[in-house]
């Protein structure tokens, strides 16, 4: 069985550091697509990062590039997501989820499996 188990979110003041832990079972992480998304209240979901399952490359939401780092343990099927300089627009809940492709904007297509999320709130 698939599934997805995210952790690491938390109250932080704007500039501070968080990072994301996405635990998975049931399938092998290298094998497939996998990246975060995050969903604020009130809007829509969007692509945070993720790793392309052919080649590793990876891509980001312009918003978060240079300040957030997506990396991933094969040994430990676990995936990270480092978060810098955190502002407060980056207030959302962060999912962790498996799919079919990683665009060029930090976006996975066809996802077919995602974890009950983490909150991450960034306020003084």
């Known amino acids: 069985q698939v599934q997805l188990v995210e952790s690491g979110g938390g109250l932080v003041q704007p500039g501070g550091s968080l990072r994301l832990s996405c635990v998975a079972s049931?399938?092998?992480?290298?094998?497939?697509?996998i990246g975060w998304f995050r969903q604020a209240p009130g809007k829509k979901r969007e692509g945070v990062s993720c790793?392309?399952?052919?080649?590793?490359?990876?891509d980001y939401l312009d918003s978060v590039k240079g300040r957030f780092a997506i990396s991933r343990d094969n040994a430990k099927n676990t995936m990270y997501l480092q978060m810098n300089s955190l502002k407060p627009e980056d207030t959302a809940v962060y999912y962790c989820?498996?799919?079919?492709?990683?665009?060029?904007?930090?976006?996975?297509?066809?996802?077919?499996?995602w974890g009950k999320g983490t909150l991450v709130t960034v306020s003084s």
């Open positions: 049931g399938f092998t992480l290298d094998n497939y697509a």
């Open positions: 790793f392309r399952s052919s080649d590793d490359s990876l």
């Open positions: 989820a498996k799919g079919g492709y990683c665009s060029g904007s930090g976006s996975l297509g066809e996802m077919d499996a």
